[in-house]
Nanobody
Framework: VQLVESGGGLVQPGGSLRLSCAAS????????MSWYRQTPGKERELVAA????????HYAESVKGRFTISRDNALNTVYLQMNSLKPEDTAVYYC???????????WGQGTQVTVSS
């Protein structure tokens, strides 16, 4: 099983980034997918989630209206489009796959996003 994030980097406040998470080794279309983020000394927090079929999404209040999660089950990939980025969005962003019916879940290795001028 692999979840490989990409697309992180350094961006100025107000800028945009698109994170991607490529999945392999499991039946991607049966898993809900999420993005979490973590900063040093803080717990990992849920940023956005999308249901297995892609019809239902959920966002943290802090990113609503700025971030969009989407998935392409044909490509086994989930995305996080991040617009109007703020310095407080700086964190390591992790991709997560979860399947509540049998409690299986997997994590990616994380990608750093830094918002700074």
């Amino acid at each position: 099983v692999q979840l490989v994030e990409s697309g992180g980097g350094l961006v100025q406040p107000g800028g945009s980034l698109r994170l991607s998470c490529a999945a392999s080794g499991f039946t991607f279309s049966t898993y809900a997918m999420s993005w979490y983020r973590q900063t040093p000394g803080k717990e990992r927090e849920l940023v956005a989630a999308i249901a297995s079929a892609g019809g239902t999404t959920h966002y943290a209040e802090s990113v609503k209206g700025r971030f969009t999660i989407s998935r392409d089950n044909a490509l086994n990939t989930v995305y996080l489009q991040m617009n109007s980025l703020k310095p407080e969005d700086t964190a390591v962003y992790y991709c997560h796959a979860g399947r509540p019916i049998d409690y299986l879940n997997y994590w990616g290795q994380g990608t750093q996003v830094t918002v700074s001028s």
